[in-house]
């Protein structure tokens, strides 16, 4: 790490000779790879921009030029290059660098981001604001292609084309992806170098206006000459798109040849209007396991560096995700109607096997949940059975089609939610933890949370038997490790079912919190208090002949949910009582509070935030204190 200790911020790597910058590279690979090992993290897109992330930092000012990494996932480089070395270490720990970038770690990243595809949007917002207060600087937004799959991008590339005057806009577009022809790579290497040299962009702009002044056929002549020059460029280069929105396009070149990078983005950076650089990198670059399973090492947790083994502490049990996906592939081979789709994530929803299996009824509809949503309720009303799998977090961008192109008609789309709850080191920008609260305001929706693996191989069965909106979400990690049963069977749409009986206490529980309640039952009963612990299944709609009658005989009540007490599960059982005038009640919700919650491991911040079953023995102590037991 002679290089890198060196470096403690941007101007520091700008005393560097070119000709040292590989080796920088290599030793950041090397530090990456050591702390993701242990951390976890996304090693395989940060490896890919190690050389990308160097160069701009050489030839833009950084933070006076503003840098956006879309998503935000691939910036460990960009890090450790800006003054977050020697915290580097922490990670995604609890108190320590978040794995994504964050307006309130550092000057140098100039948004948050965690969720794709914003960052044109946010780059020509901050270069319009830079515009209209008169300053000058380079905003330089950098998309992977996946990112380039979603609406939100092109909404960016249409406004930054309409406003292209004056514009210091920098997309660069990484493609990890695309494989581009080694001669036609090069040719439109040179052609990209070229044209973006500062003496011919000049030379154009005043031969063009020498043109457009001739008499009479200076216009026509001007637009033939443009019209021949971007033929020639179409033509070698995969460029027409972006040369449509009205940017400057460059590419594809070779995203680690550090050099060149350089070369020709000290060459765009003499430029006005907004310009696309297309470079293409490898996913994974300099660590093979990653660069031989891009996939696996996308999103990764601790592995060993020699092998590039994960560390799993008890491999036989399986995720929730698994056991959804497993149960996909079961009932599909009795259901020809039931479709699966997915935004851009086939493996972290677990229907890659689904997919294997049944390729004609799998859609993977790229980074557009939006579109996903909507084009699975085209398919409902043809009479097949879309099971829509999308993180928590990620669903919320589509709430407008949940409500517009499913609920108002009441199509029969089920929306499978990964992740719901708290998700752990990926911190606030992905916890799964508004759900409840945005689906239960939607008319014809139907909202169940499983308490274990076989409940939610039932819920995908009455989600899938349903006729309507219907929604299950279900939690990241391990399931409790329960036998699964031989057969599914379906539930009950809106009935719960009471797992324990006690004259003391009624505590309501949901999801993944149910067994918080078994286990606090437990150990109240240690202490003579008996309890009795509710399944509620469904949080819409709610058992509520099962929620009263118990209410009228219990007074003392806790609501408990891995999700926001603002209109959650415990939000809807009050005004449930509300609405049938039950009084003499005192009933406290157990929820997150009204706050982002930070990146930590998931039983910690179950801990710190007090959804788990300590807390519903303190919440039953303030109870006792309003409510005493005879």
């Given at each position: 790490?002679?290089?890198l200790e060196k470096i403690n911020s941007p101007?520091?790597?700008?005393?560097?000779?070119?000709?040292?910058?590989?080796?920088?590279?290599?030793?950041?690979?090397?530090?990456?790879?050591?702390?993701?090992?242990?951390?976890?993290?996304?090693?395989?897109?940060?490896?890919?921009?190690?050389?990308?992330?160097?160069?701009?930092?050489?030839?833009?000012?950084?933070?006076?030029?503003?840098?956006?990494?879309?998503?935000?996932?691939?910036?460990?480089?960009?890090?450790?290059?800006?003054?977050?070395?020697?915290?580097?270490?922490?990670?995604?720990?609890?108190?320590?660098?978040?794995?994504?970038?964050?307006?309130?770690?550092?000057?140098?990243?100039?948004?948050?981001?965690g969720h794709s595809s914003t960052s044109i949007?946010?780059?020509?917002?901050?270069?319009?604001?830079?515009?209209?207060?008169?300053?000058?600087?380079?905003?330089?937004?950098?998309?992977?292609?996946?990112?380039?799959?979603?609406?939100?991008?092109?909404?960016?590339?249409?406004?930054?084309?309409?406003?292209?005057?004056?514009?210091?806009?920098?997309?660069?577009?990484?493609?990890?992806?695309?494989?581009?022809?080694?001669?036609?790579?090069?040719?439109?290497?040179?052609?990209?170098?070229?044209?973006?040299?500062?003496?011919?962009?000049?030379?154009?702009?005043?031969?063009?206006?020498?043109?457009?002044?001739?008499?009479?056929?200076?216009?026509?002549?001007?637009?033939?000459?443009?019209?021949?020059?971007?033929?020639?460029?179409?033509?070698?280069?995969?460029?027409?798109?972006?040369?449509?929105?009205?940017?400057?396009?460059?590419?594809?070149?070779?995203?680690h040849r550090l050099k060149h990078l350089i070369?020709?983005?000290?060459?765009?950076?003499?430029?006005?209007?907004?310009?696309?650089?297309?470079?293409?990198?490898?996913?994974?670059?300099?660590?093979?396991?990653?660069?031989?399973?891009?996939?696996?090492?996308?999103?990764?947790?601790?592995?060993?560096?020699?092998?590039?083994?994960?560390?799993?502490?008890?491999?036989?049990?399986?995720?929730?995700?698994?056991?959804?996906?497993?149960?996909?592939?079961?009932?599909?081979?009795?259901?020809?109607?039931?479709?699966?789709?997915?935004?851009?994530?086939?493996?972290?929803?677990?229907?890659?096997?689904?997919?294997?299996?049944?390729?004609?009824?799998?859609?993977?509809?790229?980074?557009?949940?939006?579109?996903?949503?909507?084009?699975?309720?085209?398919?409902?009303?043809?009479?097949?059975?879309?099971?829509?799998?999308?993180?928590?977090?990620?669903?919320?961008?589509?709430?407008?089609?949940?409500?517009?192109?499913?609920?108002?008609?009441?199509?029969?789309?089920?929306?499978?939610?990964?992740?719901?709850?708290?998700?752990?080191?990926?911190?606030?920008?992905?916890?799964?933890?508004?759900?409840?609260?945005?689906?239960?305001?939607?008319?014809?929706?139907?909202?169940?949370?499983?308490?274990?693996?076989?409940?939610?191989?039932?819920?995908?069965?009455?989600?899938?038997?349903?006729?309507?909106?219907?929604?299950?979400?279900?939690?990241?990690?391990?399931?409790?490790?329960?036998?699964?049963?031989?057969?599914?069977?379906?539930?009950?749409?809106?009935?719960?079912?009471?797992?324990?009986?006690?004259?003391?206490?009624?505590?309501?529980?949901?999801?993944?919190?149910?067994?918080?309640?078994?286990?606090?039952?437990?150990?109240?009963?240690?202490?003579?208090?008996?309890?009795?612990?509710?399944?509620?299944?469904?949080?819409?709609?709610?058992?509520?002949?099962?929620?009263?009658?118990?209410?009228?005989?219990?007074?003392?009540?806790?609501?408990?949910?891995?999700?926001?007490?603002?209109?959650?599960?415990?939000?809807?059982?009050?005004?449930?009582?509300?609405?049938?005038?039950?009084?003499?009640?005192?009933?406290?919700?157990?929820?997150?509070?009204?706050?982002?919650?930070?990146?930590?491991?998931?039983?910690?911040?179950?801990?710190?935030?007090?959804?788990?079953?300590?807390?519903?023995?303190?919440?039953?102590?303030?109870?006792?204190?309003?409510?005493?037991?005879?």
């Open positions: 790490m002679q290089l101007q520091d790597l700008k005393q560097l000779p070119i000709s040292e910058l590989p080796k920088l590279a290599s030793e950041i690979r090397r530090m990456i790879v050591d702390v993701v090992s242990t951390n976890g993290g996304h090693l395989a897109s940060s490896l890919g921009v190690v050389e990308l992330t160097i160069a701009i930092h050489y030839v833009f000012d950084i933070p006076k030029d503003k840098l956006i990494w879309d998503v935000g996932h691939q910036a460990y480089a960009h890090k450790i290059l800006t003054g977050r070395k020697e915290r580097f270490p922490t990670l995604r720990k609890h108190g320590g660098l978040s794995g994504f970038t964050r307006l309130s770690e550092s000057p140098c990243d100039a948004f948050t981001t949007s946010a780059g020509l917002g901050i270069a319009c604001a830079k515009s209209l207060k008169k300053e000058r600087c380079k905003v330089i937004a950098v998309i992977g292609d996946g990112s380039m799959t979603a609406g939100i991008a092109y909404e960016g590339l249409n406004q930054a084309g309409d406003l292209h005057k004056d514009k210091d806009l920098v997309v660069i577009l990484n493609d990890n992806e695309m494989s581009i022809n080694q001669n036609v790579g090069a040719l439109s290497s040179f052609l990209s170098r070229k044209f973006s040299s500062k003496f011919l962009q000049d030379w154009r702009r005043e031969f063009g206006e020498f043109l457009k002044s001739l008499p009479k056929i200076g216009d026509d002549i001007y637009q033939f000459a443009k019209r021949s020059e971007e033929s020639f460029k179409t033509f070698v280069t995969p460029g027409m798109l972006f040369e449509a929105f009205n940017f400057e396009y460059f590419g594809p070149i070779d995203g070369n020709i983005l000290n060459n765009i950076k003499n430029l006005s209007e907004p310009v696309l650089l297309h470079v293409t990198t490898q996913k994974g670059k300099g660590y093979v396991p990653a660069e031989e399973n891009p996939v696996y090492f996308h999103g990764v947790g601790s592995f060993e560096i020699e092998t590039g083994l994960c560390n799993s502490s008890d491999p036989s049990t399986p995720t929730y995700t698994e056991v959804f996906g497993r149960a996909m592939v079961d009932l599909g081979c009795m259901d020809d109607k039931i479709i699966a789709v997915t935004a851009a994530m086939p493996e972290g929803t677990g229907l890659a096997d689904f997919a294997h299996s049944f390729p004609e009824r799998f859609y993977d509809v790229g980074i557009a949940e939006q579109h996903g949503v909507t084009f699975a309720a085209g398919m409902a009303t043809e009479g097949f059975k879309p099971v829509v799998a999308i993180y928590s977090t990620f669903l919320q961008r589509g709430f407008d089609q949940i409500l517009h192109d499913v609920c108002i008609e009441g199509i029969h789309v089920v929306f499978a939610i990964d992740r719901g709850g708290l998700v752990g080191e990926d911190g606030p920008t992905h916890h799964g933890v508004f759900d409840f609260a945005y689906l239960r305001s939607l008319p014809n929706m139907v909202i169940m949370a499983p308490k274990d693996e076989n409940e939610l191989r039932r819920m995908l069965l009455t989600a899938i038997s349903h006729n309507g909106p219907i929604a299950f979400r279900y939690p990241r990690g391990k399931g409790t490790g329960i036998q699964l049963e031989p057969v599914i069977h379906p539930l009950t749409i809106g009935k719960g079912e009471i797992l324990t009986q006690g004259e003391d206490l009624l505590i309501l529980a949901i999801g993944r919190c149910v067994c918080e309640a078994l286990e606090a039952h437990a150990r109240l009963l240690q202490q003579g208090i008996q309890s009795t612990v509710v399944n509620c299944r469904f949080v819409k709609p709610l058992d509520e002949e099962l929620i009263l009658g118990l209410a009228r005989q219990i007074p003392r009540i806790i609501t408990i949910e891995e999700h926001v007490r603002q209109g959650g599960f415990g939000s809807a059982v009050l005004e449930c009582l509300n609405d049938a005038g039950i009084q003499n009640i005192c009933l406290e919700r157990i929820g997150l509070p009204d706050q982002f919650i930070e990146h930590g491991p998931q039983k910690f911040l179950r801990a710190k935030y007090g959804v788990n079953a300590a807390a519903i023995l303190e919440k039953f102590q303030v109870i006792q204190r309003k409510c005493p037991l005879k």
